[in-house]
C-alpha cells in the first residue's frame, strides 16, 4: 500500500521538476473553421458535449436522444433515451456510459449503463427505482458517477453513511489502459485541509495543494502532467504555488456586470494553455456567458465568441489531440477547427 502511494509521489515529484517551465511553442492558433454540428440539448453537471477518446465522434443529446457527429458536422441519432441523461463519459471508441434518472411521485429512478454506439445495445450495471423515505429510513447507496479516473478510466460511487465505494467499469471492447484495479487508480478529492490524490480504493492519498475546498460543485482541473491545477479562476504551478488570478485577466468586467466566475475548466491535452467558460452576473441572473482561452506560456486571453463569430458561447470541450473545441451557442453545437504552428 505505501509502496504505491511513494511510487506515485516519486512520479509527482519528478513530473513537477521536469515541467516546472512552460515552452513557448506550437501554442498559439489560427481558425481553420467553425462546423456547425446542430441543435443539442444541456446536461446537468457535466456538459452536454464529449469526445470519443479517438476523436472521431461528438456525442451530445437532442429531443430524447443520443447523437453523434463527426467533426465536419455530419450527425446521427444513436438511441433514444428512456429518462433524462445526468453524466455520462466515454468508454471506449464504441461505448459510453451513461447515468440517466427521472424522480416523480415520491420515488427515484436510477439507471446506469453502457451503451454500445455500434449496435445501440445496452448493457445494464444499475437499474433501481426507490422511495426517497426508502432511502433514508434503510440508508440505500446513492450513485455518483461515471467520472474519470487520473489515468483515464471510467468508474462510479456507492454512497451511503457507513462509507464510500468505488466501481470501475469494464468494457466489451477492451480498455486503453494498463489496469482496472482500484489500487492503480487515482481521483482528486477535497480534504479539510486541502486537495488529494485518492487512490479508488481510498485506503492511501497524498495532498498536493493547501487551498481549502470552495463553494463549486465542479472538481479542480488538473494537467495530466500533474504540473497545474485549475480552479474558481486560479491557475497554480505545484511546483513552487506560482498563482495566476484570471479574475484580474479578465477586467474590466462587461457593462453593468457586478461580477465574473469560471466554468467548465480544462487544460489542453497538449499544449499550455487553459480553456474555460466566463459567466458573468448582472446582480440579478447569469448573463453574460462567454468562453476563452488562457496560454500560459504568454498570458495571453483570447476571447473564442469574437473568432468564432458566435454569442454566448459555452461549455467548451477540448478534443483530445487539443486541435478543436467544441461548444454550444444559442442552443446549438459547433467545433471549431484550429491550425497550430
Not at 36 to 43: K, L
Not at 227 to 241: A, C, K, M, Q
Amino acid at each position: 500500500m505505501r509502496k504505491n502511494l511513494f511510487n506515485f509521489t516519486l512520479l509527482l515529484t519528478l513530473v513537477v521538476i521536469l515541467c516546472s517551465g512552460l515552452p513557448a511553442w506550437g501554442i498559439d492558433y489560427k481558425i481553420t473553421k467553425v462546423v456547425e454540428i446542430g441543435p443539442a440539448d444541456p446536461v446537468p453537471f457535466i456538459g452536454p458535449l464529449k469526445w470519443s477518446p479517438d476523436g472521431q465522434w461528438i456525442s451530445y443529446f437532442h429531443k430524447g436522444y443520443l447523437m453523434l457527429s463527426d467533426t465536419l458536422g455530419q450527425s446521427h441519432q444513436v438511441c433514444k433515451m428512456e429518462m433524462m441523461p445526468w453524466k455520462y463519459e466515454w468508454l471506449s471508441n464504441n461505448e459510453i456510459v451513461i447515468h440517466s434518472k427521472i424522480s416523480r411521485n415520491g420515488q427515484s429512478h436510477f439507471k446506469l449503463s453502457i451503451i454500445d454506439i455500434s449496435t445501440e445495445g445496452e448493457n445494464i450495471i444499475i437499474d433501481k427505482t426507490e422511495s426517497w423515505q426508502d432511502q433514508v429510513e434503510k440508508d440505500l447507496p446513492s450513485y455518483d458517477g461515471p467520472r474519470k479516473t487520473l489515468e483515464g478510466n471510467v468508474l462510479y460511487l456507492a454512497k451511503n453513511k457507513s462509507g464510500i465505494k468505488a466501481y470501475l467499469v469494464a468494457g466489451k471492447y477492451g480498455n486503453s489502459q494498463e489496469s482496472l484495479n482500484l489500487n492503480d487508480n487515482h481521483i482528486i478529492s477535497w480534504g479539510e485541509d486541502g486537495l488529494y490524490v485518492v487512490r479508488t480504493d481510498f485506503n492511501d492519498s497524498i495532498k498536493i495543494w493547501g487551498k481549502t475546498r470552495s463553494d463549486s460543485y465542479f472538481m479542480p482541473a488538473i494537467r495530466s502532467d500533474n504540473s497545474y491545477i485549475f480552479e474558481g479562476g486560479l491557475i497554480v504551478r505545484l511546483s513552487d504555488s506560482t498563482i495566476i488570478n484570471l479574475d484580474t485577466v479578465i477586467r474590466p468586467f462587461p457593462p453593468k456586470t457586478v461580477f465574473c466566475d469560471f466554468a467548465c475548466e480544462a487544460f489542453n491535452p497538449k499544449y499550455p494553455e487553459v480553456l474555460f467558460q466566463i459567466n458573468c452576473d448582472d446582480g440579478e441572473n447569469y448573463e453574460i456567458l462567454r468562453s476563452a482561452v488562457f496560454n500560459l506560456a504568454t498570458n495571453n486571453l483570447t476571447i473564442l465568441d469574437t473568432i468564432a463569430n458566435k454569442e454566448n458561447c459555452r461549455e467548451p470541450v477540448y478534443s483530445p489531440t487539443g486541435q478543436m473545441i467544441s461548444f454550444l451557442s444559442g442552443g446549438k453545437a459547433y467545433v471549431i477547427h484550429r491550425r497550430g504552428r
